[in-house]
């Protein structure tokens, strides 16, 4: 198994929630070892972590007009979307992770898409919006030591944070004239929803189905989402058609 390969074995492992027992399990010493502390062998498990996760941004998972989208990118949306694809008492699988990976990718890709569009407009984020975003989080951390604990747990210095905040702020912007901006919901529209839904809208036991203008806010709300999911799957049609995307597998080496 080459370097890369071992590496994305290892950040799956400690990364994935539902792999997590495994892994602290398998990093227990066995019997012929001096046993740790439970502390020490939570310290063993993070460095562990650390180093993988560090070395883990040198590996390119995919490119996107020539940008990098890091493993430890890609790993780390694994792990925000992995717990929707698990259901309680189920195991993961091959299928299941390639599953998860290849949209967690797909997301990635859309992402990083959406910012270079973003930043061909020129779209910016101010510095301030970014400090003021930190502040909060270092408000919500309470200290200084938490709030550095926070970023090894993320994995992020702080530059790497100040980024991630940007890129969310631009995709932000650009989603809102491509999808938000684009949807128009208009009271026929509504009055035609609401007609083919009101048997089943109630108020409550007592005052029975709700009118149009009590269900208008709720069904505009439901249209909306609705018409934003379209739209975005469409948006991103439209972003790929020009980009070049390449998939980067990371395969053993025969004999290794």
């Not at 398998?26 to 993988?52: F, Y």
């Not at 270079?116 to 400090?131: F, S």
């Amino acid at each position: 198994m080459n370097k890369g390969t071992r590496i994305v074995s290892i950040m799956v492992a400690l990364l994935l929630p539902f792999a997590l027992v495994s892994c602290k399990k398998a990093d227990t010493p066995g019997s012929g070892q001096k046993q740790m502390s439970p502390e020490k062998a939570q310290e063993h498990v993070q460095e562990q972590l650390n180093r993988s996760m560090e070395a883990s941004k040198k590996i390119a998972a995919a490119k996107v007009n020539g940008e990098a989208i890091s493993m430890f990118s890609l790993l780390r949306e694994m792990n925000m979307i992995g717990s929707q694809y698990l259901k309680t008492g189920q195991e993961r699988t091959p299928e299941l992770d390639a599953k998860v990976r290849s949209d967690a990718l797909n997301i990635l890709i859309f992402q990083e898409l959406a910012v270079q569009e973003a930043k061909k407009r020129g779209m910016k984020v101010t510095p301030e919006l970014i400090d003021n975003t930190i502040k909060k989080i270092k408000a919500e951390a309470k200290t200084e030591d938490a709030y550095q604990k926070h970023l090894a747990n993320q994995g992020l210095t702080e530059k790497e944070l100040r980024k991630s905040i940007e890129e969310g702020n631009l995709f932000e912007l650009i989603a809102a004239q491509e999808i938000d901006a684009k949807i128009k919901v208009s009271d026929q529209e509504l009055k035609k929803r609401y007609a083919r839904e009101k048997a089943g809208m109630k108020k409550d036991a007592a005052h029975g189905k709700m009118t149009f203008e009590q269900a208008k806010p709720m069904l505009e709300q439901k249209i909306r989402d609705e018409a934003a999911e379209k739209r975005m799957r469409e948006w991103e049609k439209e972003l790929k058609k020009t980009a070049q995307i390449e998939i980067i597998e990371q395969k053993p080496k025969t004999g290794q």
